[in-house]
């Protein structure tokens, strides 16, 4: 009789337990994996935005940098083509004293 009685609470115990852990209807599991879906989108959306914006700011500090290189570059080029040509009328202004004191 006590195994009886064993059996009987052990298998109360183990419908409870299964009833517990085991999963939801059809509907509530579909319902369930939809929220956790939706979920994770909106959260790889958050991150995709954000690592954008990240990217936007990197892309306008290098377009910063490559304009101020940029004009650098010209101003030596600029400063380049004075001295050359400052250097050419200092060479016009020797030959011509030179020609004149001969």
């Given at each position: ?5 064993y ?66 570059l ?18 016009s ?10």
């Amino acid at each position: 009789m006590k195994d009886f009685v064993y059996f009987v609470v052990g298998a109360v115990v183990g419908a409870a337990v299964a009833l517990l852990f085991a999963p939801a209807k059809g509907e509530e599991l579909r319902s369930h994996i939809q929220e956790r879906a939706l979920q994770d989108m909106e959260r790889l959306q958050r991150t995709l935005d954000q690592d954008m914006q990240q990217i936007n700011n990197q892309l306008a500090r290098m377009q910063s940098q490559m304009q101020k290189l940029q004009e650098q570059l010209r101003g030596k080029k600029l400063a380049s083509v004075v001295g050359e040509e400052n250097a050419a009328a200092e060479v016009s202004e020797e030959a011509v004293a030179s020609a004149e004191s001969a």
